[in-house]
């Protein structure tokens, strides 16, 4: 499944709203009801972290301004309000379907 | 804190070899799902492999298929990642990263990646 992610960066003012599209090549909707579809964010230097897990679930600690939507092939992230702490390469991922695929990143600066 | 400490990257030859290690410090590796993914220099996340817990089910990324081995000891809260044959493309930053399979009934590598390793750099070169 091939995962396709825009735009390829983004740069925000502090305070403004930021917003990711990822799209798949392939639903992600299993039998099960549950859409099996990622957001992470690698912070410069750091190891990525998991952000919003099965669409729109924000993973504990993730502060609310992160939000997911999006449902079969297409999906969004959205950052209500950027802070300077946002900054880095936000990657979506599939899991429904071995090889597991990210999407190609977003990096997010601040203006 | 919840932590994996990653050990043994480092600069390999071209067809050599390296064992990747991925140690729990502060939680039993055993309920957990395993998975190795890898970063090469300024690029994207590309998944390498990973294991269930049992250790019963074993998968793969076609790029190392048959020169890699994923393992994994739960006596020591251990994770390995045996690379053979090295290649100049194997050339990343290696993390390892656990999965809790909350469902029985669902393939383990469904669930998220909820607690990574730092990373270790693997450098093969000529």
């Known amino acids: 499944i091939v995962m396709t992610q825009t735009p390829l960066s983004l740069s925000v003012t502090p305070g403004q709203p930021a917003s990711i599209s990822c799209k798949s090549s392939?639903?992600?909707?299993?039998?099960?009801?549950?859409?099996?579809f990622y957001w992470y964010l690698q912070k410069p230097g750091q190891s990525p972290q998991l952000l919003i897990y099965?669409?729109?679930n924000r993973f504990s600690g993730v502060p609310d301004r992160f939000s997911g939507s999006g449902s079969g092939t297409d999906f969004t992230l959205k950052i209500s309000r950027v802070e300077a702490e946002d900054v880095g390469v936000y990657y979506c991922m599939q899991t429904i379907q071995l090889p597991l695929t990210f999407g190609g990143g977003t990096k997010v600066e601040i203006k | 804190e919840v932590q994996l400490v990653q050990s043994g990257g480092g600069l390999v030859k071209l067809g050599g070899s390296l064992r990747l290690s991925c140690t729990a410090s502060t939680f039993p590796l055993s309920p957990f799902g395993m998975t190795w993914v890898r970063q090469a220099p300024g690029k994207g996340l590309e998944w390498v492999s990973s294991i269930s817990s049992s250790g019963r089910y074993i998968f793969y990324a076609d790029s190392v298929k048959g020169r890699f081995t994923i393992s994994r000891d739960d006596a020591k809260d251990s994770l390995y990642l045996q690379m053979n044959s090295l290649r100049a493309g194997d050339t990343a930053v290696y993390f390892c990263a656990r999965v809790l399979q909350v469902d029985p009934l669902i393939p383990f590598f469904y669930y998220y990646m909820d607690v990574w390793g730092k990373g270790t750099t693997v450098t093969v070169s000529s």
């Open positions: 392939q639903s992600l909707l299993r039998s099960d009801g549950k859409t099996y």
């Open positions: 099965e669409v729109s």
